[in-house]
């Protein structure tokens, strides 16, 4: 009886330790040797996801790494929660995470925590994305000029969005037109989904939003968009005929949205030159520049890993100056 | 009826070995998931995803659409058996469920409760996903922040219903749930609010470790007092034959799970609402009928509603997913990332564009309503072995079920300690005869509601009159609350003047 | 050891006043930080629904108070306590040997000692944890739990 107690305990002590996981062999290169945790901060179907799941895509079906990636949607607490777990992974699980970092979540973050840049290994940076305003069917608005002079009637408008950056688009944008909150009201959404449903229910008059998360309802005549907030229109065939707020007299809203991979602080060299390889074999991929940057209407824009640390670090650095946050 | 002859398209496309195949592996695997404490259809349908990208899409999204729908019957397994809910839509089928396995002694015949109504659920939600087809996802979003407000105060009059004996103590508690939910990230302002410094409070108090506390384990140590009872449980009846239900059963579980059924789908449809507050819904709205039996006492019922609910609110939420690509759901919207990555694009044009896959998903979830049903109904004499283990034995095995189910859900063991927390609190507030059913209802539905009035009042100026009356469906909801609110007022004038006797009533 | 012992503690009053202690602390914190409605967009502030919830809070609890105020303790068993006491211990093993040693640990001292169960009963409920652990959780749903201060210390971090 004892013998057999000892062999049972032997075996499970041996799962044990094989269930703590494997890590990479010795000090030369890395590849991964478990499931990658890919942490997306906002709701599947935004704009982030679509950027995560891309990425994943491409770095499947073309072979840039045979690792089984799992997107893991932790919107808690804003997306901090998520930020705070990935930033705090250490162990063999380190290596094996990544998370789709973007300027709408440096700028929570640094705002309401004290969570920042440095808790976290920056592995590279994709692309430059910008925003437009659209209106729906049920929309009183159907264009921007039709939105310039109600506002000038002062009638009030009300505009939909997501968390982020639109927020903070948002507030460049009513500085610029110079009308207050109260005239030109924003509510905030989970997702860019979320505030679509509204504006397709006819709830809000406006959707501020990323062309990705909106072309599909361009495509099928559900909503149209009325300005780009950028210097220039967009350049694809979806919003080529779309203005840009420069046309109506108005500055670009020039909020820098750009969208990037960063990985826990405790991600080993070896690992984060290995992800930063993979994403740049990915940005020069067919799919990635016409499937997914022009197709967005996005600026594609790669940094590797040390040109991705110093300009995401600079814009972290003028972001806590303008809020005041800069010791 | 053009829909149906598109639904029978759908049919000719799943009726092929691959795809019954894909129906089958993720009917099973939406069973086993389901049933694992702490994962829920979420997870399963994420870990799961990446197996389907050899697939073809339609395969592809059959597997997931069976798992997601088959999850829905597994959760009520371990509600029933170990009154700890496998994922959150089932916390009502634990309220009733448990008390039937237990203390009346008929565990098989609530676990085909369960199965039976959930079937019922998904084919009503089903039919009307088919019959309504897109226009159902239209209907939904005619539900605006003002609707949803008003529709959220409605549901919230329901905890009125579920507080029992003592309505001081059972708002009591609905209120410090609410206010347990509302720590964390204020989605309106992103700003954090009640977290006393504390990251983890940061995030939020998540439901599911909540909702294991409160009621697993809290149940672990009240099962205590009875560890040493010798006879547990029941000893006989534990095969098939012994679970049937009765023609009187059928009798009493079909109007609340076709109610429910009707009415799960509709919440199914709405933006943000889901399954867990459709079964809620559901089970307030039972408690405005006749049951049987008190609920919360084991009545059939309470499962019916709970399970039907839930089941149809799954089938509800296809809608806004296939006709509009917004997901009702955490789990409809990795579904909707599934659809991206297959090179399909979700959205308004998928219908159109893609009948095939449409109309082969509706057709696959009827077919894993069926499946599930007929798989699950199989393993009742297996699960019914596990109520004969000694309580003994099962409390310390529970509670290593109660840990990985809150480690699992929320990856941290600020989660567990949550748990812990809620279950000892749990313990307390029951013995004192508080029922924490109303504070979970209560956690659930405040953070909805709370939102959409913010968002309301932004989208009106803070004009209270135009959220209760801008359309006609919030003028009816209005109307709805109105009557639901002065009922008991005007009855208790009524009664007292004389003018009307109460009849005996249960619960 | 034998967990009999009955103490009464007047929870019906306690908890009342607990109810009212954190109605108080959301109604100040709220008022505070927040205020309660923003007259320059004529808008709910975050504080709004909070501080109505914990004035309800408040009321309910008062009422709650006066109720009971008369009754008497409510007995409890420290039998009843040995499931978080055992749970806490569980947990502290947790993050120092790791979950899996822990988890044996837990289950045998459980069972065979404090139950006074058989080996064999033991070692099935230990064995079926496991399956739940490893197997199930870490392998097929890739939830990685915590290996403890000991297993950090073997992995080398």
């Not at chain 1, 925003?131 to 506002?151: E, P, R």
């Not at chain 1, 750009?258 to 067919?286: H, I, Y």
């Not at chain 2, 994962?39 to 339609?58: E, N």
């Amino acid at each position: 009886m004892k013998r057999r107690i000892a062999i049972v305990i032997m075996l499970v002590a041996a799962l044990a330790v094989y269930a703590g996981g494997s890590s990479e062999g010795g000090d030369g290169a890395f590849t991964p040797s478990r499931d990658v945790t890919w942490t997306c901060t906002s709701n599947p179907g935004g704009g982030s996801d679509i950027f995560t799941q891309e990425i994943k895509d491409i770095i499947m079906t073309h072979g840039i790494s045979d690792a089984n990636i799992v997107i893991d949607y932790v919107t808690d607490g804003g997306g901090e929660v998520g930020r705070l777990n990935v930033s705090r992974t250490t162990g063999p699980r380190a290596n094996h995470t990544l998370l789709t970092f973007n300027s709408g979540d440096l700028m929570p973050m640094c705002l309401n925590t004290d969570n920042r840049l440095e808790n976290f290994t920056p592995i590279a940076l994709m692309a430059v994305d910008n925003h437009l305003i659209l209106t729906g069917d049920l929309s009183k608005y159907k264009t921007f000029q039709d939105v310039l002079d109600a506002l000038a009637a002062g009638e009030r408008i009300v505009i939909a969005g997501s968390k982020g950056d639109d927020i903070e688009t948002y507030n460049e944008l009513i500085a610029e037109l110079g009308v207050t909150a109260n005239q030109f009201a924003y509510t905030t959404n989970d997702s860019t989904s979320t505030a679509i449903t509204a504006l397709l229910g006819g709830h809000v008059d406006l959707v501020l939003g990323k062309p990705a998360a909106c072309e599909q309802y361009i495509l099928a005549g559900r909503m149209t968009p009325i300005v780009a907030l950028a210097e220039e229109r967009f350049d694809t065939d979806l919003l080529k005929d779309t203005p840009s707020i420069t046309e109506f007299g108005y500055e670009a809203v020039d909020v820098p949205n750009w969208r990037g991979v960063v990985a826990p602080k405790a991600m080993s060299d070896a690992a984060a030159d290995f992800w930063s390889e993979v994403l740049r074999q990915v940005s020069e991929t067919e799919d990635w520049l016409v499937g997914y940057v022009e197709r967005n209407g996005l600026v594609p824009q790669y940094l590797d890993r040390e040109a991705t640390v110093q300009y995401m670090a600079d814009f972290q650095a003028d972001y806590l100056q303008k809020i005041g946050k800069d010791k | 009826m053009e829909n149906f002859a598109m639904l029978f398209h759908g049919f000719s496309v799943v009726f092929s070995l691959q795809n019954l195949g894909a129906c089958l592996l993720g009917s099973i695997l939406g069973l086993i998931v389901g049933a694992m404490p702490g994962i829920g259809s979420l997870a399963g349908v994420a870990l799961l995803l990446p197996l389907t990208y050899k697939f073809d899409p339609t395969t592809a999204i059959i597997m997931l659409g069976a798992l997601y729908y088959s999850n829905m019957y597994g959760g009520a397994f371990s509600a029933i058996l170990l009154n700890i809910p496998g994922d959150s839509p089932a916390v009502l089928t634990a309220v009733d469920g448990y008390p039937m396995a237990t203390v009346k002694k008929r565990p098989g015949q609530a676990l085909m409760t369960a199965n039976a109504s959930s079937c019922i659920g998904g084919i009503i939600g089903m039919l009307i996903l088919v019959i309504l087809g897109p226009a159902l996802a239209e209907l939904g979003l005619k539900f605006g922040p003002a609707e949803m407000t008003v529709l959220l105060l409605v549901a919230m009059t329901s905890i009125g219903w579920l507080v029992g004996g003592n309505p001081v103590q059972g708002l009591l508690l609905s209120f410090i749930g609410i206010l347990v939910a509302s720590i964390g990230m204020d989605v309106q302002t992103g700003r954090p609010r009640f977290d006393f410094g504390n990251i983890y409070l940061l995030g939020g108090v998540e439901f599911i470790p909540f909702v294991i506390g409160t009621v697993g384990f809290a149940q672990l140590m009240q099962l205590m007092d009875e560890k040493d009872d010798v006879v547990h449980a029941v000893t006989d009846k534990l095969t098939i034959r012994g679970s049937m239900l009765t023609a009187h059963d059928w009798k009493r579980l079909t109007p609340p799970s076709i109610r429910a059924g009707v009415m799960g789908t509709f919440v199914g449809v709405l933006p943000g609402a889901g399954a867990t507050a459709a079964s809620f819904l559901a089970y307030a709205m039972q408690k405005a009928f006749k049951s049987e039996e008190p609920l919360g006492t084991g009545a059939i019922e309470g499962i019916a509603a709970s399970e039907s609910a839930n089941n149809a609110a799954a089938a509800g939420s296809f809608a806004p997913l296939l006709a509009l690509g917004i997901p009702g759901s955490g789990t409809g919207a990795v579904l909707l990332g599934g659809l991206m990555m297959w090179g399909l694009n979700p959205g308004p044009l998928l219908f159109q564009n893609e009948p095939d896959f449409a109309w082969g998903l509706i057709a696959s979830l009827f077919i894993s309503n069926i499946v599930a049903l007929a798989i699950s109904l199989g393993i009742i004499p297996v699960l019914l072995k596990i109520l004969k283990v000694p309580v003994r034995v099962m409390i310390p095995v529970i509670m290593i079920v109660c840990f990985l189910g809150a480690y699992a859900s929320t990856y941290s063991m600020f989660g567990v300690i949550v748990m812990l927390i809620s279950g000892v609190c749990g313990y307390i507030f029951e013995k004192n005869d508080y029922s924490t059913a109303p504070m979970l209802l209560a956690f659930v539905l405040a953070p909805l509601l709370e939102d959409n009035m913010r968002k309301a009042f932004i989208a009106t100026a803070g004009d209270i009159s135009e959220v209760f009356f801008s359309s006609g469906i919030s003028i009816v909801l209005t109307t709805v609350l109105i009557v639901i609110c002065a009922f008991p007022v005007v009855r208790t004038i009524l009664i007292k003047t004389g003018k009307y006797t109460p009849k005996k009533k249960s619960a | 050891m034998n967990g009999k012992k009955v103490v009464k503690i007047p929870t019906l009053q306690i908890i009342p006043v607990i109810g009212f202690i954190i109605g108080l602390v959301f109604f100040m914190v709220g008022m505070g930080d927040f205020g309660f409605w923003n007259h320059d967009t004529n808008t709910p502030t975050e504080g709004f629904f909070p501080i109505i919830i914990a004035t309800g809070l408040m009321i309910f609890s008062v009422m709650a108070f006066l109720q009971n105020i008369r009754k008497g303790g409510v007995e409890y068993r420290l039998l009843n306590w040995y499931v978080p006491l055992g749970f806490v211990g569980l947990l502290a093993g947790i993050m120092v040997i790791g979950t899996v040693p822990a988890v044996i640990v837990f289950e045998i001292l459980w069972c065979r000692f404090y139950e006074k169960l058989s080996w064999k009963v033991t070692i099935i409920a230990t064995i079926f944890c496991l399956i739940m652990v490893v197997p199930i959780f870490t392998w097929w749903l890739t939830v990685d739990f915590p290996i403890g201060i000991i297993g950090n210390l073997i992995m080398g971090y």
